[in-house]
């Protein structure tokens, strides 16, 4: 059973930048394609980012240019850097293991305001 756990979440002033972490257990990480969604307060909840096992990444419209998503296999984590950052960006960011057996992390707030 594959367990997701989010960090660095937190408060950024508009310009500002974060960097959030997703650390993986209890699967071989490696061969997974991983991805950040991000939920705002009464929306639903939407796509940021992915990364499949070699390295491709995919960017939702809204983020592309200032959002990059990585990985480091010998970690078992994936990264999603967030620079420019918006108060449109406020939301709960979640990290997700793709199909199959897709699993959810717990989500970690990032809240962007002056």
């Known amino acids: 059973q594959v367990q997701l756990m989010e960090s660095g979440g937190g408060l950024v002033q508009p310009g500002g930048s974060l960097r959030l972490s997703c650390a993986a257990s209890?699967?071989?990480?490696?061969?997974?394609?991983m991805g950040w969604y991000r939920q705002a307060p009464g929306k639903q909840r939407d796509f940021v980012a992915s990364?499949?096992?070699?390295?491709?990444?995919a960017y939702a419209g809204s983020v592309k240019g200032r959002f990059t998503i990585s990985r480091d296999n010998a970690k078992n984590t994936v990264y999603l850097q967030m620079n420019s950052l918006k108060p449109e960006d406020t939301a709960v960011y979640y990290c997700?293991?793709?199909?199959?057996?897709?699993?959810w992390g717990q989500g970690t707030q990032v809240t962007v305001s002056s």
């Open positions: 990364i499949t096992s070699g390295g491709s990444t």
């Open positions: 209890g699967s071989i990480f490696s061969k997974n394609v």
């Open positions: 997700k293991k793709f199909p199959p057996n897709s699993t």
